[in-house]
Every structure is written in structure tokens, then in C-alpha cells.
């Protein structure tokens, strides 16, 4: 970790570790619920012909995950372990944080809307925190981005 890079991230870089345990513990228990072989659609989703969401991402969901729920559910799975280490850790940060906010706004469009309330509110945040943690770049804080940078600036100082 990069504790002497003067920066003032100090506080968003607390965020991505924050969210990226969430994605972290969300994705691992979807691991040992072995997720994609189960029902995950009814009970994620719901009975998608009779969900009131934007026609074209119906036509997605009907047309693509449904009839591949198994290939959607490990993507969903190792995407949630994959950005969430690596929020975590401050590894590969804004790529990490870009894999998320595709990830949270699917489940927006998916869940969130024809639910509304706290899955609702909770996928909006999740999604302005994501693009701040784009956009400020708080790897190089109390993470290994700062590390990497280092090296290729000619090694630590």
C-alpha cells in the first residue's frame, strides 16, 4: 500500500473499499450458493414477461439471459468477486470501478426499477459512488495502483 503519496482521496478511497467488500461479499456468497445453476432469475428478477421495464432490455433478458442463465450467472458471480477484490485491494482501480457500474446499472435496469424503494435507492447510490471512484482515481491511495505507478515512474521512492 501507498501510504506517502500526498493526495487528498484519503476519504474516497475509504468508498472503494467499502464497495468493493459489498461486491466482494455479494459475489462470494453467490459462490457458495453455487447462484448460477440455481433459480436466480425468478428469484432475482422475477417473472420477466410480466415486469414492467424498458421494452429493449426485456427483449435482452428474455432473448440472451434467459436461455443462458447459467453462462450470465457465473459472469454476475466472478464480475461481483473480480471488482470487488480489486476495489478492495486498489488494484487496476477505474477499470475495476467502469466492470462495476456496468454490473449495478444491469441490475438497475433489471431489478431495481420494476422494485423500486431500497433496491432502488441503493443501486442509484452505489452507481453516483462508482463514478466518483472513476473519475478521482483512489487506487493510489491506500491501494496498489500507487504501487504500480511508482514503478513506472523508475521504482519507489
Same mark, same amino acid.
Given at each position: 500500500?501507498?501510504?506517502?503519496?500526498?493526495?487528498?482521496?484519503?476519504?474516497?478511497?475509504?468508498?472503494?473499499? %467499502?464497495?468493493?467488500?459489498?461486491l466482494?461479499?455479494?459475489?462470494?456468497?453467490?459462490?457458495?450458493?453455487?447462484?448460477?445453476?440455481?433459480?436466480?432469475?425468478?428469484?432475482?428478477?422475477?417473472?420477466? #414477461?410480466?415486469?414492467?421495464? %424498458?421494452p429493449? %432490455?426485456?427483449?435482452?433478458?428474455?432473448?440472451?439471459?434467459? #436461455?443462458?442463465?447459467?453462462l450470465?450467472?457465473?459472469?454476475?458471480?466472478?464480475?461481483e468477486i473480480?471488482?470487488?477484490?480489486?476495489?478492495?485491494?486498489?488494484?487496476?482501480?477505474?477499470?475495476?470501478?467502469?466492470?462495476?457500474?456496468?454490473?449495478?446499472?444491469?441490475?438497475?435496469?433489471?431489478?431495481?426499477? #420494476?422494485?423500486?424503494?431500497?433496491?432502488?435507492?441503493?443501486?442509484?447510490?452505489?452507481?453516483?459512488?462508482?463514478i466518483?471512484?472513476?473519475?478521482?482515481? #483512489?487506487?493510489?491511495?491506500l491501494?496498489?495502483?500507487?504501487?504500480?505507478?511508482?514503478?513506472?515512474?523508475?521504482?519507489?521512492?
Open positions: 500500500m501507498n501510504l506517502k503519496e500526498r493526495t487528498y482521496l484519503w476519504y474516497i478511497a475509504i468508498l472503494r473499499i %467499502y464497495i468493493g467488500y459489498y466482494l461479499q455479494q459475489g462470494i456468497r453467490k459462490f457458495l450458493r453455487d447462484f448460477p445453476k440455481g433459480d436466480w432469475i425468478g428469484r432475482q428478477i422475477g417473472d420477466i #414477461p410480466s415486469l414492467d421495464i %424498458y429493449w %432490455y426485456k427483449h435482452f433478458l428474455q432473448g440472451y439471459v434467459v #436461455p443462458h442463465h447459467e450470465f450467472g457465473y459472469l454476475v458471480m466472478i464480475g473480480a471488482v470487488g477484490a480489486c476495489l478492495v485491494l486498489g488494484l487496476l482501480t477505474r477499470f475495476a470501478a467502469v466492470v462495476g457500474l456496468f454490473l449495478i446499472v444491469n441490475y438497475l435496469l433489471g431489478v431495481g426499477i #420494476p422494485r423500486g424503494g431500497a433496491p432502488l435507492a441503493q443501486q442509484q447510490t452505489f452507481i453516483v459512488s462508482l466518483v471512484i472513476v473519475l478521482s482515481n #483512489p487506487g493510489r491511495t491501494g496498489l495502483d500507487g504501487l504500480l505507478a511508482g514503478r513506472g515512474r523508475g521504482g519507489t521512492k
